[in-house]
């Protein structure tokens, strides 16, 4: 077997300064809980996976190793999703909106600089 059982084949990896600020974050939006915490020997968190629906999501720490990700994910609810990352710390980079596609669409940047687009598809893509 040349993945993990249940692990997509692609999954993105979030490189952050304090991995549990993140992880924190993810549960107050999605209510999601890591699956996989790996500690290194000072008791912070060196790799961690959590499940975001049906995919996985990795999470790894790095002192002063933030790098300005974008993540995109669907959800059910975009404005109930958008006001818990709202209230779990994230900053507006911009409020639900849909504009020129069917997705219904808001931004906001996590405590970790990450910035989450959370979506709600609201009809069909036209290609």
């Known amino acids: ?8 084949s692609l999954s993105p990896y979030l490189i952050v300064e304090n991995a ?7 549960d107050a939006v999605f209510g999601a809980k890591p699956e996989m915490v790996h500690r290194m020997p000072d008791g912070s968190i060196g790799h961690a996976e959590v499940r ?15 790098t300005g990700a974008h993540v995109h ?3 059910p609810d975009v404005d109930d999703s958008f006001a818990r990352a709202r209230n779990a710390g994230g900053k507006v980079v911009q409020e639900p909106v849909q504009k020129d596609d069917p997705d219904k669409r808001g931004g906001v940047t996590d405590p970790s600089g990450i910035t989450w687009w959370l ?3 609201q ?5």
């Not at 077997?1 to 997509?8: E, I, L, S, V």
């Not at 549990?20 to 993810?26: N, R």
Request: aromatic letters at 8%; proline letters at 5%; hydrophobic letters at 40%.
């Open 123 to 127: 009809g069909v893509n036209k290609q």
């Open 52 to 66: 975001i629906d049906d995919t996985i999501l990795m999470v790894g720490q790095m002192p002063d190793g933030a």
């Open 20 to 26: 549990q600020v993140t992880l924190d974050f993810i």
């Open 1 to 8: 077997m040349y993945k993990p059982a249940g692990h997509n």
């Open 119 to 121: 979506a709600t598809t």
């Open 73 to 75: 994910v669907y959800v």
